[in-house]
């Protein structure tokens, strides 16, 4: 699939895949492809920053890379790693005789390299550039920042016993950051940033529409204002977009095509994660399914 | 190329963004420009998310940008008062005299370009109480320069450090699991024998440490002394500072100042609160709502200072201090109080609070502070809870 030619090709590519986005995100996705930088998404939990990259993958008929970050993470899980046990079973099949220089070179060949998720970005044979999904770099730690912040400025890799790797073609980036901590503006200054914010009632309603076509129109609306009046509370944990989802499902699976109070308290453990939320919540609900039935 | 003469006043937006705060350097300023030759520019929208895309990096920014592009693409009506434009009440943080000449240069009113800092900036963590809100800024100039000099000397020299925790990264060490890694490594370059073994253990790093400061009225006479305190850790440890009396303000940026003196007048300019009332309980909620979940990663130590005067709800304040318990490695209460003679713990704040924490100490003098150092450096030898 060819890149898309302007903004709105853009926007109409993610709508077609059922992702509902700002014109905004369509407009930095069509920068970043264009100018070949990473796109930086934050926003809140559960606002569909992991799924803005994965649909990208579709809308570009690219093969999807994902990195999962975690505190620690190092290059053996990013980037590369020989396949010691290989090697060593390979070197003592060989024996003594074998010239050592010529051994040592054949180990230390792809063929006994384990190639990570950033590697495989970078060097492959796709015929379209993988998109790379960053995901919650602000789980890595500073060490890996920094690596990143080489990679992502030249797309090259250097393994020493091989040689210094450059990217054939440069993969689409997207690096998402649910802010438990600041990255570093290093980091962020390679790429172009986009912070996706809460839908407003009718987005989410067509949201809701498109990801979970189970549940009848009248329910989905009532969710979505459901949960749109929540986020007005004052909560530990402000439900986000996936939350919203999760419930409407939820209702739809108990074969609920509208709200009321009762439902509304058995199922709200799909949209609200802290006890201290939950009881804040329950004396609320006929008033909240009221006013979400008005919406 | 983007038409030529929209380059130079390109150029001006981003000096306009610098002055603002944000960083527009050249290489932000080429990447605008690249930008712009794919937009359409008669799009105001997209023109908009194209720059707000390269010139912006963080959430915090959105607000200055788009005061800024109002201000800079699309201004408004010199005549009008500046209140009454809907969608361009919005402040820019700009010197006065920065803003002075920009307004010139943009030929707008002075009162256009930076406006009174909206409250809402700061927004009150309850907007009920305190109709007497002080909201006056509150000078730095009641300790003399001697005793600031010797506190601040003495804080800095104060042997002990934040103790350190194990990170998930491992580094190489005499001691610890065995790095297959470079054992094979080795094992390999020797014919395949295992030769020798590699260890490898965790890398420590220093907890983060959260500083939360009571600077309500009742607090008056020790916040010069823990502002400096404050100053003082910030400039050798990993720390986020907060300060409240009815609402609560980060003051981490504020602190970075090198020099004292300027930290303190921006954190005094910054906080619009000093000497209000107490609502303790209000700004932890605040906190656990809007910070917690941002700056108690990696095993932080929070320490609140307050006396524990709260003219707020005890049960609320118990409520967030468990909340808040649980998500940080460990909680320490610092009570100026606790120095003076004969004081008990009985106000109602305090007495709510004590149960919840897990260190209670003085903080009245730098001996007290000094405790409070020991306590820090020596964390992981105690088990918490």
Excluded at chain 1, 48 to 59: I, L, R, S
Excluded at chain 1, 250 to 255: D, P, Q, Y
Excluded at chain 2, 341 to 360: K, N, S
Aim: glycine residues 6%; charged residues 30%.
């Amino acid at each position: 699939m060819s890149t898309p030619a302007t903004i709105e090709d853009v926007e109409r590519r993610l709508r077609e895949r059922r992702y509902i986005g700002d014109r905004s995100l369509a407009t930095s996705i069509f920068l970043a492809l264009k100018l070949q930088k990473p796109l930086f998404i934050e926003g809140e939990a559960g606002v569909g920053k992991t799924e803005a990259a994965k649909v990208m993958a579709e809308v570009l008929g690219a093969r999807l890379i994902r990195l999962q970050c975690y505190e620690g993470i190092d290059l053996a899980h990013a980037v590369y790693e020989w396949n010691y046990p290989r090697q060593l079973l390979h070197i003592r099949l060989l024996g003594e005789t074998e010239d050592r220089r010529a051994a040592e070179r054949e180990i230390f060949s792809s063929e006994f390299l384990l190639r990570r998720p950033l590697l495989d970005a970078i060097d492959n044979d796709d015929p379209t550039p993988p998109v790379l999904l960053i995901d919650e770099i602000d789980r890595s730690d500073e060490e890996f920042e920094a690596f990143l912040l080489e990679l992502l400025s030249d797309f090259q890799v250097s393994i020493p016993e091989i040689g210094t790797i450059r990217a054939r073609q440069v993969p689409f980036v997207v690096i998402t950051s649910n802010r438990t901590r600041e990255v570093h503006d290093a980091l962020k200054r390679r790429c172009l940033y986009h912070w996706i914010d809460y839908p407003d009632l009718d987005k989410e309603v067509e949201i809701v529409r498109a990801r979970a076509p189970e549940a009848a129109d009248g329910l989905a609306r009532e969710v979505a204002a459901l949960v749109q009046g929540l986020r007005g509370m004052d909560l530990y944990k402000v439900p986000g977009v996936a939350e919203t989802l999760d419930w409407a499902r939820s209702l739809a699976a108990l074969g609920a095509t509208r709200i009321d109070a009762g439902l509304v308290s058995a199922t709200m453990g799909a949209a609200l994660k802290y006890q201290e939320d939950l009881d804040r919540v329950r004396e609320q609900v006929p008033a909240l399914v009221d006013k979400a039935k008005r919406a | 190329m983007p038409e030529v003469d929209l380059l130079p006043r390109l150029g001006a937006f981003a000096r306009l963004l610098h002055d603002a705060g944000l960083e527009a350097g050249p290489r932000r300023l080429t990447d605008a420009t690249r930008a712009l030759v794919y937009i359409d520019l008669k799009v105001e929208d997209d023109f908009r998310t194209a720059l707000r895309s390269v010139f912006v990096s963080r959430k915090e920014d959105i607000p200055v940008f788009e005061a800024a592009f109002d201000i800079f693409w699309a201004p408004p009506d010199p005549r009008a008062p500046a209140g009454i434009i809907p969608g361009r009440s919005r402040a820019l943080p700009l010197s006065p005299e920065r803003a002075k000449a920009w307004a010139d240069a943009l030929g707008l009113n002075a009162s256009q370009m930076n406006r009174e800092q909206d409250q809402n900036e700061f927004p009150a963590s309850s907007s009920g109480y305190s109709a007497e809100e002080l909201l006056r800024h509150k000078d730095f100039e009641d300790m003399t320069w001697t005793e600031t000099e010797q506190v601040r000397r003495l804080l800095e020299q104060a042997p002990w450090r934040v103790a350190e925790r194990r990170t998930r990264r491992l580094r190489p060490s005499r001691v610890g699991r065995i790095d297959l890694r470079r054992s094979a490594r080795h094992a390999i370059r020797s014919s395949g024998e295992l030769m020798m073994l590699f260890r490898r253990k965790p890398r420590v790093r220093r907890r983060p440490l959260v500083l939360i400061c009571d600077v309500s009225g009742s607090m008056e006479r020790y916040s010069r002394l823990l502002m400096i305190f404050a100053h003082a850790i910030a400039r050798r440890e990993d720390l986020e500072a907060f300060v409240f009396s009815t609402r609560l303000t980060r003051i981490t940026r504020l602190l970075r100042h090198r020099d004292l003196d300027r930290a303190l007048e921006s954190v005094s300019k910054g906080v619009h609160d000093f000497s209000g009332g107490t609502r303790i309980g209000d700004a932890l909620g605040d906190f656990n709502r809007k910070w917690a979940r941002r700056v108690l990663g990696h095993g932080a130590v929070v320490i609140i200072v307050s006396d524990g005067w709260d003219r707020g709800d005890p049960s609320q304040l118990t409520s967030e201090l468990i909340h808040l318990r649980r998500s940080a490695h460990r909680l320490i209460w610092l009570n100026p109080l606790l120095g003076s003679e004969g004081y008990e713990p009985l106000t109602r704040g305090m007495a709510a609070a004590l149960p919840h924490c897990d260190d209670f100490l003085a903080a009245h003098n730098v001996a007290a502070l000094e405790d409070l150092g020991r306590l820090l450096a020596s964390l992981d030898s105690r088990t918490t809870r």
